[in-house]
């Protein structure tokens, strides 16, 4: 049974969703996911040849896992602040990564992969930045009076840095998306009331 391109899009949904509550959080997850993700389909590469299906199961999971815990113990250690901001998804990097091997994404070219990954790495940015100026007015503030960030208007509205408010501007996302590209109606295809 193949999986379907819906299961890997929800897991990658999870991350980009929970992660992007600001722009410190977007930069940080996709950094890990980068460099985890990478060392993960090196060593896959070596060890897929040798491996039968089950045990490249076992393998993929324990790899994975094991990555995605070495690069949030190395946050945890010398980025502290930065992995506050996302430390509670870090771990979700491993279940992706056994989704993506078992949904064909190393087996795409090169160059469908990068297209995948800018796609989905520049969403995760406009995201968080999107998600930090409306939550919190400004972007790049600190809980300290020393650096006030961007302040682009008071306030804010806490809700859209909270994950509820993540599909809220996913959702205008997607509305200002199917608003461009839309193609214009011929005036013999109007809809009437």
Request: some cysteine.
């Amino acid at each position: 049974m193949k999986p379907s391109s819906d299961l890997a899009h929800c897991m990658m949904l999870t991350l980009l969703l929970g992660s992007s509550g600001s722009l410190a959080g977007a930069i940080g997850i996709l950094l890990m996911f980068s460099v985890v993700v990478g060392l993960y389909g090196l060593c896959m590469r070596a060890l897929r040849p040798q491996l039968t299906e089950t045990g490249r199961l076992f393998a993929s999971v324990l790899l994975a896992a094991t990555l995605s815990s070495c690069a949030d113990l190395f946050t945890q250690r010398w980025f502290l602040s930065w992995q506050h901001a996302f430390g509670l998804y870090a771990s979700v990097i491993a279940l992706q990564c056994v989704v993506l091997e078992y949904h064909g994404f190393w087996r795409m070219a090169l160059a469908e992969r990068g297209r995948l990954c800018a796609l989905s790495g520049g969403l995760l940015l406009l995201l968080g930045i999107l998600r930090e100026v409306a939550g919190s007015g400004g972007l790049g503030r600190s809980p300290s009076d020393t650096w006030q960030g961007i302040v682009l208007f008071s306030g804010g509205l806490p809700l859209i840095s909270l994950v509820p408010g993540a599909f809220i501007m996913l959702a205008l996302l997607l509305a200002a998306r199917q608003a461009l590209v839309r193609p214009k109606l011929n005036s013999k295809e109007m809809h009437r009331p």
